[in-house]
């Protein structure tokens, strides 16, 4: 067996997979890939722009591939994201986090004189700060009005106060007006799809509305940003949106299939492969515990296996019920599908693309650890 994290990549690559440690993060690369063309094809069928969001890989490899199939830039949650990604060539990035610290803003302004560094804004007092640092740097900061259209996390309510700091944005010095912005997070798991389409167009409505009053009092709203993996089609097919941030349909994962009912466009992707170290009458053990694999917001699934449950994670072990038959071997490899990639990738330092069974690819998650 080789040991992933000890062994030189170049020593990897070509090694049949079954040859690899475990718990080891593995890639399908035939999957990935048709993964990336399917979004980036819907997207360009409905005549919006993709904007991934880096947050369900954190490296710059995979941004260079989804760039390459046609993505307009990145989505980042942090600063310290965009700045890595700034610095391996993507230059179109959306920070879509209110980051209201002048340490942060002046970092933001920096970062206009090597590409387009969009952020956003949801309050007077954030809009001074960052009209402070774009005056300090001379460099505008584009800004997106951030808009509360149900999730209620972020963002200016709707009604007379996105107008109101839209205007403000348009005559502050230092930044300029870009658009506006929305997420309907809080729509993606409602049931039947009947149910979602219709609280998913109630919500995309506030950025219709918002977008009419903007034009109306003459600023410009050249970007309505908005949409997710468990929403890319409600978002990608609104006549409001200009841009969907799907990042996670290039993985998929348990949650996006099973409580936000993302279609079979997408397949799996990601699996995280791990070994059978225990066997018990009635449960297995693995060497996958939540060191390695989250189960935070979905648990885990045993793929191709008709005959284990998920149980519970330990810091560096995974408990699987035997619901039937006897179970696997002492030492069997077993391959997992992530409850939620976004939260199981941050755990790794790097995935290992696979083809035919064997090691294709080793990309860094050099955005991993970028919290600030």
């Known amino acids: 067996m080789v040991d992933v994290h000890a062994a030189h990549p170049g020593r990897l690559i070509g090694r049949p997979v079954d040859e690899l440690d475990t718990p080891v993060l593995v890639v399908d690369l035939e999957r990935f890939e048709s993964n990336v063309a399917a979004m980036a094809l819907y997207c360009r069928q409905q005549g919006v722009a993709w904007r991934p969001h880096s947050k369900s890989h954190k490296s710059p490899d995979i941004a260079r591939i989804q760039l390459a199939a046609g993505a307009l830039g990145l989505t980042c949650a942090k600063l310290s994201e965009a700045e890595i990604f700034l610095e391996h060539g993507v230059t179109d990035i959306l920070l879509a986090n209110q980051l209201a610290s002048p340490v942060r803003l002046r970092r933001l302004a920096a970062m206009q004189e090597r590409g387009r560094i969009l952020g956003i804004v949801d309050h007077p007092e954030a809009l001074d700060m960052a009209s402070q640092a774009g005056q300090r740097a001379g460099h505008e900061i584009p800004l997106l009005v951030d808009i509360d259209i149900g999730m209620h996390r972020t963002g200016v309510r709707p009604g007379p106060g996105v107008v109101e700091l839209a205007r403000a944005v348009d005559a502050a010095r230092g930044v300029c007006l870009a658009g506006i912005m929305g997420y309907e997070g809080h729509v993606l798991a409602d049931h039947p799809p009947a149910a979602k389409q219709r609280a998913a167009r109630e919500a995309l409505a506030h950025l219709v509305k918002a977008r ?17 993996t468990g929403s890319y089609d409600l978002a990608a097919t609104h006549n409001a949106v200009t841009e969907i941030q799907a990042g996670g349909a290039i993985f998929m994962d348990a949650m996006y299939r099973d409580r936000f009912h993302v279609d079979d466009r997408f397949d799996f992707a990601l699996s995280l492969v791990t070994t059978v170290t225990g066997r018990h009458d009635d449960h297995i053990v693995t060497d996958a515990g939540f060191k390695t694999l989250s189960a935070f917001h979905h648990e885990p699934r045993v793929l191709h296996r008709e005959d284990l449950e998920f149980n519970y994670l ?13 179970g696997p071997a002492l030492g069997e490899r077993l391959c997992l599908l992530p409850g939620y990639g976004d939260s199981t990738t941050v755990l790794h330092d790097q995935f290992i693309g696979v083809r035919q069974g064997r090691v294709e690819s080793i990309w860094p998650l050099a955005a991993r650890g970028a919290l600030t």
């Open 212 to 228: 009419e009053a903007l034009i109306d009092e003459g600023l410009s709203c050249d970007i309505v940003s908005a949409g997710s």
């Open 314 to 326: 330990s810091a560096e072990h995974g408990v699987y019920r035997i619901v039937n038959g006897s």
